[in-house]
């Protein structure tokens, strides 16, 4: 597969159109969101491209990024949203408007399944079998091919799997109980930054 991968320095080019219908990912330093940075946002409008952008981690400014986040006639599909709107509210200071998650979608649709993860939904429906050794990398500093290829496979893949997901909901009967669990989202990531980070449902 050819893929059109673009490394933007700071902020997306101005005037890049990039559709109504995107897919997003995150990649940190680590996971603790008072200790580990926001690094890159990479953007997939689907059509096996990823612009990726190296954010500047002593100002944030990425004024043309956020732009496109906060439209809300843009919809934009991540795999654990959870995480990745977390870190873009403690650093790019935004909540991100029109959002889906392919996780949670999978965790309401493939009830015949407890393998929810990116890799085991882009081979139950791509058929394509990836690489995450490169997970755990360090995205802080200067980019390696491996990694730049990393990066835009985990965004390619997410519209073919969100419509996929998308279908079986509305055949079980279950996308409007989605829409209601994906509606609790922003609330899910106030309630981290809180650090109220079990489930505070559980007895």
């Given at each position: 597969m050819n893929l059109d991968i673009k490394l933007h320095k700071g902020d997306l080019p101005d005037h890049l159109t990039l559709g109504d219908n995107i897919s997003v990912d995150c990649e940190f330093m680590g996971l603790n969101v008072e200790r580990d940075k926001l690094c890159l946002v990479q953007?997939?409008?689907?059509k096996n491209d990823a612009h990726i952008i190296k954010l500047n981690?002593?100002?944030?400014?990425?004024?043309?990024?956020?732009?496109?986040?906060l439209n809300k006639k843009i919809n934009k599909i991540f795999h654990y949203a959870r995480a990745d709107l977390l870190f873009i509210k403690k650093y790019l200071k935004i909540n991100v408007e029109n959002i889906n998650c392919t996780k949670i979608m999978s965790k309401i649709a493939r009830s015949y399944s407890d393998k929810h993860g990116l890799k085991d939904l882009i081979k139950e429906f791509t058929g394509n079998d990836i690489n995450k050794s490169l997970q755990s990398?360090?995205?802080?500093?200067?980019?390696?091919e491996k990694q730049l290829n990393y990066?835009?496979?985990?965004?390619i893949y997410l519209h073919k799997i969100f419509d996929e997901l998308k279908k079986i909901l509305v055949r079980e009967k279950r996308y409007d109980l989605y829409a209601e669990a994906i509606g609790f989202v922003q609330v899910r990531v106030n309630l981290d930054l809180a650090s109220f980070t079990s489930d505070i449902w559980s007895h």
């Open positions: 953007i997939s409008t689907g981690r002593e100002n944030y400014h990425a004024p043309n990024l956020k732009k496109i986040l990398s360090d995205f802080g500093g200067d980019l390696t990066c835009a496979k985990d965004v």
